[in-house]
């Protein structure tokens, strides 16, 4: 078992829609969690940095962690065709300084 | 601000010789650096974490002897693969732990797309 496990997609949706992205994870280790944007053939982008539960907003962006039931997720409101990407999400035990496991990513294109 | 650069963006080369990728953190200092390798569709795997002026940590199955790693200052640290073969055609990422301040994340560079013929 990965230890974190992501839907690759991928995921297609009309301009204005709200998307919603998720992973799960099996190391209760991992206390931060990220969500990364990579366009095709670049590095990712830092999305959202969530510590441990709740929730955190950001313009049209807002993620979630429960980590009783070791659940992440990304949504996206009002979707862009720009928002078209892959998303990874990420989680680290010690940080986002530190050694960062990634999931396998999903691929999200907005249909305008 | 926090800007990462690699270089080159891509390269192509012949089985058996060697490539330098180098990463650079143009506007901050890193004392840690992170190499990673992605396949077509896939995640990025850590290949290694980079400390200036220490010795690179290894993950797991990445041969050090073939992914030679060098952090020689705060905002360079380079990626040799020697004797390069096919199954090593990868992109590879480098990433950047800013030394203070900013927030509490690394920080990716463009990639490198190898191709080894």
């Known amino acids: 078992q990965k230890e974190v496990e992501q839907d690759p997609g991928p995921l297609s949706v009309p301009e204005g829609a709200i998307v919603s992205l998720n992973c799960t994870y099996s190391n209760s280790a991992f206390q931060y969690f990220m969500w990364y944007r990579q366009y095709s053939r670049k590095g990712p982008e830092l999305l959202m940095y969530t510590y441990s539960s709740g929730n955190k907003e950001d313009g049209r962006f807002t993620a979630q962690v429960d980590k009783s039931s070791k659940y992440i997720s990304l949504f996206i409101r009002d979707s862009q065709p720009s928002d078209s990407a892959t998303y990874l999400c990420a989680m680290s035990s010690s940080g986002g300084y530190q050694k960062v496991t990634f999931g396998t990513g999903t691929k999200l294109q907005v249909i305008p | 601000g926090a800007v990462v650069s690699q270089h080159p963006s891509w390269v192509i080369c012949k089985s058996g010789t060697s490539v330098k990728i180098e990463c650079r953190s143009l506007?901050?200092?890193?004392?840690?650096m992170f190499w990673y390798r992605q396949f077509p569709k896939q995640s990025l795997m850590l290949m290694a974490t980079?400390?200036?002026?220490?010795?690179?940590?290894?993950e797991q199955g990445v041969e050090k002897d073939k992914f030679l790693i060098n952090h020689a200052s705060l905002t360079l640290s380079t990626l040799t693969v020697t004797s390069a073969h096919p199954e090593d055609s990868s992109f590879y990422i480098c990433?950047?732990?800013?030394?203070?301040?900013?927030?509490?994340?690394?920080?990716f560079g463009p990639g490198t797309r190898l191709t080894v013929l």
């Open positions: 506007d901050f200092q890193a004392t840690t």
């Open positions: 990433s950047a732990a800013p030394t203070s301040g900013g927030k509490d994340t690394q920080y």
């Open positions: 980079s400390n200036e002026g220490s010795k690179a940590t290894y």
